[in-house]
């Protein structure tokens, strides 16, 4: 068609081909302008479906007036050649760009992306196909979103390709991968692809083919940007995370909201880039500068020296403790809640503030006077969890960690005077307050550099800044807090180690640190008082309980004594009144039956109970079970006569220091196998044991973290090698499948059931028997389908797994049938299923705590 004339338009050049259309350059000759004119393929003019999507890509962009989308002029048709009159871009396409050599360049981009965006959402309009080969960059540096081919009308005709999902695979959201209901929230996903390959020059999901990149997109986590730009600013890995989000509620609600946090980055990337400016050194003020300093250098530098030399004495003269008050009293607050997490007190010790669970579940944050008036609710929104609650020292916010039926963990900021709280952070867990108020430490959850990483943030949400990174101990999980020094220039936090924790000191200016503790105990509960000690929670002696200690280190006193465990929360800043909780821990055994629905408890709520196994005879279960006290991570194994409810333990050890886990019966019911390890070791350590069920004393039988009986003589064993068979009578082990996964014969031996944990292939798998997976494995179950929990039947030919739903399904792996048996309505349970199939048991793993808050009066003298 070059060099032909259609209409009044002269073609000039091809600029490109794709699934929707043909595009020439061409001249206007009435108008005297360039424009692109877009043909539908010939191969396809006759297919009405297919131009009914080439007219809407037209009627769509037509209705858009924005700089940053390319214009359409006209929808013309000369024969049978339909074609759309568009602006003529003179540029290049963000594919031909990417990696953008500076950052600052990609943030203005996206946020010229961004506005283009939002304009299309606020007309009703989805792209639906956003990526870097549909937005074009002109001469002027100006952006153009290109391509509303596959756009998604408000009202009109829903137009899909049969059997195949619309968009670009790579920069697809999930739900659209998925099939479902694509929004603007689709396209904000699609955009964070898009900034993440501007400014890395790569893709945030990798997969080898389609199904790889599908099955990357849906579940797993984005490739870490610091990965590949170690610099990357807390705000634009925020952005980046919030934009990428698998749930479209967790990402951000509009086009707008992204644009005004790159607003905000383009800022403060200016501000720190920005050069200071001097006045010119011959100038009057200059000469006026340098005589005062040459007046007063020497005064100066005396005082410097004093003031040094001050903070050296200081430093080298140990603190003392304050005294504590030996007539201190406490009184438990009588709330009308059972469920009651971390609270608060204001400044002036005058206003507690708290969450706690309503009669329907439901978390709250409420406020009340120390002297037990009616706690009044604050937040009008609940949520599944809320366990922290802190006052900011101004007394007009409460900082709050809260997760919410997606799972997803929030720091969120509420009102004291009451209302919805506000989400300022992701995938955050709240610490303490700074003490001038204007900034809030939170942890990051799953850092990607595997580190504890302790940031802060102003109460409006912006400004997050990365204050601490501890390279030398491990990411200590739940055990989360830390508190600022009284003027802000330290904070003291914990380190963790396996098995124990230290408190440790960091000066935030210098970097330098101090361990103030070396008990090699579990510590919680961090706070630090303007009388200049630190106070913690700690097992040192045992049970949990509350020690002081002064934050130059030094003896540690104890503040309270008994049964615990105590766990500190807030003090007032005259130090008069304190707050602190006694927590105990707490989950039962329960059975459903699967005709009818019935639910009964098993034990009587006097510990946590795990990992209920049924006998094969359906008379007894074996279990975990752990202390009330959350600071003792060990366990204990029992069994239980279910007729007689009598128990008797099976583990030969206390179960404070080593975790007893995953039992598992042999198919005559006499026996029992389990791990046992060292608590907060590294998995290598674990260790398989067998004991009589009757007479029990174990033995080792071969390292590994988990076990399954073969028969009433054979064990399988799961080691990061692989899976091993050992024969108890012949007390000899071999190789049983070679891959590092968890792999069981079933269906009669003839092929295996594994699960895989890589990450590009996580789920459960079945291939034809042998030492490693063969050609014809099917994937049967995908991660994202169930709980990470599953159980076989003693046969090995059904499957029964756990749904998100809370309910319990099991498949036919011969027919890969599927079917409901129960729903045990708790979302995240350890079930097992009789071997007549009747009985289900379980517990829940998320613990059910009681708790009673305390205020103690006159601390200190």
Known sequence: MIGQNISHYNILEKLGEGGMGIVYKAHDTELDRDVALKFLPHHITVNEAEQARFLQEARAAAVLNHPNICTVHAIEKLDTQQFIVMEYVDGKTLRQLVPLQKTQIAIDYAIQIGDALQEAHSKGIVHRDVKTDNIMVNSKNQVKVMDFGLAKLKGSLKLTKTSSTVGTLAYMAPEQIQGGEVDARSDIFSFGVVLFEMVTGRLPFRGEHDAAMMYSIVNEEAIPLQQYLPDASSELVHIMNRALEKEPDERYQSARDMTIDLRRLKKDTSRVSGKMHLPPVDSEESDHSHFWTRRTVGWSLAAIVGIVGVAIALLLIPQRLPRLNPGRESRTLPLPFAQIGWGSLTADGNTIAFPAAGENGMWDVYAMHPHGEEPRRVTTQSHTLVNVAFISPDGNYIAFYATDSSRHAKLMMVSLSGGKGRVVAEKAFPMRWKPGGERFAYKLLQPPSRKQEIWSIKPDGSDAKLEIRDEVGIDPGSNLSCSWSPDGSSIAYIRAFDGYREIVIRDLHSGKEKEITSDKKVVDEIIWTR?????????????????????????????????????????????????????????????????????????????????????????????????????????????????????????????????????????????????????????????????????????????????????????????????????????????????????????GGSHILYRDYREATKGLWLTKRGLTASGDTQLILPANKFVDDWRLDQKRETLYYLKWTGEIWKMDLATKKTEHVASIREMNVDFDVSEDHKMVMFTPRVLDWRSSMIVMENLFE
């Open 531 to 747: 009388q200049g000690a630190i106070i913690y929670s700690s097992n040192k002696t045992g049970n949990a309980n509350l020690w002081i200690i002064p934050a130059s280190g030094g003896e540690s006193i104890p503040i309270t004594s008994g049964e615990g465990p105590y766990m500190g929360s807030a003090i007032s800043s005259d130090g008069k009144r304190f707050l602190y909780y006694k927590i105990v821990m707490g989950s039962d055994v329960w059975s459903h039956a699967v005709a009818t629905g019935k639910r009964d408890r098993i034990t009587s709520g006097e510990a946590q109970y795990e990992q209920p196994r049924v006998s094969p005879n359906n008379k007894r279960i074996v279990m975990s079970m752990r202390d009330k006290d959350l600071f003792n991570y060990g366990s204990r194994l029992y069994v239980m006569d279910l007729e007689t409810k009598t128990r008797w333990r099976i583990s030969s050890d206390d179960g404070l220091t080593t975790w007893n886990r995953d039992p598992s019966w042999s198919p005559d019911g006499k026996r029992i196998a389990y791990v046992a390890a060292p608590v907060m070791m590294p998995a290598d350590s674990a260790h398989v044991y067998i004991a009589d069920a009757a007479n029990p004393q174990p033995r080792l039988v071969h390292a590994g973290d988990a076990v399954l009986w073969l028969d009433n003589d054979n064990v399988l064993i799961r080691t990061k090698e692989g899976t091993y068979r050992s024969s108890l009578s012949l007390q000899s082990t071999e190789r049983f499948f070679a891959d590092s996964t968890w792999a069981i014969p079933v269906l």
